[in-house]
């Protein structure tokens, strides 16, 4: 509910909070893999590693938080319930590279998020969003772009 709510912009300037945020999903992830393995839990994994994701960019760790939106991205197959990971995990992804620089890659991101996604938790909230970084970067989304 935390990143629904744009908790993590919230607590993005305060090193305390995202390191107890990243504390309990440790934890979380632990208890995860220590229990039996159940049609949830890829997604309760994807779970934790979109918000660790979150957490390590909020660190300024880019490298780790990158491959946590990626790892999200190839889970996608094994995904079977949380439908929504998989654009926001791209949406995040290319909000950091906006961050970076990295317009293009952010754009490409950005249009596959917003074309290849459709009926998932939270939508309209989502592609708000991707609207909004598309329309900061000024950037034309075309319809027909086969992602």
């Known amino acids: 509910m935390m990143y629904m709510?744009?908790?993590?912009?919230?607590?993005?300037?305060?090193?305390?909070?995202?390191?107890?945020v990243m504390e309990t999903l440790l934890e979380a992830e632990r208890k995860l893999h220590e229990g039996p393995v159940n049609e949830y839990s890829t997604d309760d994994s994807c779970v934790i590693t979109l918000l660790k994701g979150l957490c390590f960019r909020n660190q300024g760790q880019i490298d780790r938080?990158?491959?946590?939106?990626?790892?999200?991205c190839s889970s996608e197959k094994h995904i079977h319930h949380d439908d929504y990971?998989?654009?926001?995990?791209?949406?995040?992804?290319?909000?950091?590279y906006i961050?970076?620089?990295?317009?293009?890659?952010?754009?490409?991101?950005?249009?596959r998020a917003k074309h290849n996604y459709k009926e998932y938790s939270m939508e309209s909230r989502t592609q708000f969003r991707i609207h909004a970084a598309l329309s900061r970067l000024k950037a034309v989304p075309e319809e027909n772009d086969s992602l």
């Open 5 to 20: 709510w744009n908790g993590f912009a919230m607590i993005e300037k305060d090193e305390v909070l995202t390191q107890g």
């Open 65 to 72: 938080a990158e491959a946590c939106f990626m790892h999200i």
């Open 85 to 96: 990971l998989v654009p926001n995990a791209l949406l995040e992804l290319s909000l950091m």
């Open 99 to 111: 961050r970076l620089g990295r317009k293009e890659e952010a754009i490409r991101l950005l249009q």
